[in-house]
């Protein structure tokens, strides 16, 4: 039997300021102002000021008449508990964390604590604002940069538009790839954008007929890399959305290498993640 959630959303147009936010929320529903500030703190509760419509945590934000709050409440996304991200490397101005299965690049309406960024922000030491610059799919794994200031997510968000940021992947897919000396490219276009993937065969496992392959994509489209291989005929191991739906593994697709110049100190920069957080052909 399923378990049933409690999911809806409301909208409320303030027009008197002599109540706090989660005062004007217990107006329009059932749930209690601890739930309400819960919600809150995990990025289910919007504002809209003007034209901006932005998150609020704050229960004593300062409401003005014309505003309009907005309650995405999704009880299974409000309890679902982030996977604890490792740090790889503290730069100061920005980090490098490897992101583990299951925690997110980017929230929804609906919240977003289980996001890296979010969880990076509560619980780095010492404290400081968390940017994303780039995305990993929820079922990959890696490494990820994450930004401290806006300054840095800017210099590093143009450094990965004008592909100056080296990304390579390491991928286990069901077949024999072809081996051969240069890389395959791959280049179907994707939701009618340009999209270009690189594959190089490094292990073929004949026994369990998988092979582990050497991934570098020069644009950073959703799904890009499980895409492409899936219509090459070598859908990765454990994507069950664009390959094999009785695969009993999480998604063998990590994120394992970034090269670039800095865009902040000019000085090169190497990360490589350990052969133990790589993807295992005998997975």
């Known amino acids: 039997m399923s378990e049933s959630f409690i999911k809806f959303e409301q909208h409320l147009d303030i027009t008197h300021t002599d109540m706090s936010v989660v005062e004007h929320l217990a107006t329009i529903c059932d749930l209690s102002r601890s739930r309400l500030k819960q919600a809150m703190q995990k990025g289910a509760v919007w504002i809209t000021q003007s034209t901006q419509t932005r998150r609020i945590r704050r229960a004593s934000k300062q409401l003005t008449p014309g505003d309009t709050l907005h309650l995405y409440y999704d009880e299974k996304v409000l309890s679902e508990i982030p996977p604890r991200p490792r740090l790889i490397a503290d730069e100061e101005a920005y980090s490098i ?99 270009v993937t690189y594959a190089q065969c490094l292990i073929y496992d004949e026994g369990l007929d998988r092979s582990l392959l050497r991934i570098k994509i020069e644009t950073g489209r959703k799904h890009q890399i499980r895409m492409h291989l899936s219509e090459y005929g070598f859908p990765v191991l454990g994507d069950r959305l664009y390959g094999n739906a009785n695969d009993h593994c999480d998604l063998q697709l990590t994120a394992y290498e970034l090269a670039f110049e800095c865009p902040l100190s000019g000085e090169m920069k190497h990360y490589l993640l350990d052969e133990d957080h790589c993807p295992k052909i005998s997975v």
């Open 97 to 195: 964390w490897y992101k583990p299965y299951g925690l997110r690049s980017q929230g929804s309406k609906w919240g977003d604590h289980c996001t890296i960024n979010r969880w990076v922000e509560q619980n780095f030491n010492p404290q400081r604002p968390a940017f994303i610059v780039h995305r990993l799919d929820r079922a990959a794994t890696g490494l990820i940069i994450i930004a401290h200031s806006r300054q840095a997510a800017a210099a590093f968000s143009k450094a990965f538009s004008d592909r100056l940021i080296n990304k390579h992947y390491q991928v286990v897919v069901h077949g024999r790839f072809p081996d051969q000396a240069d890389p395959i490219k791959l280049d179907s276009p994707i939701n009618g954008k340009i999209a």
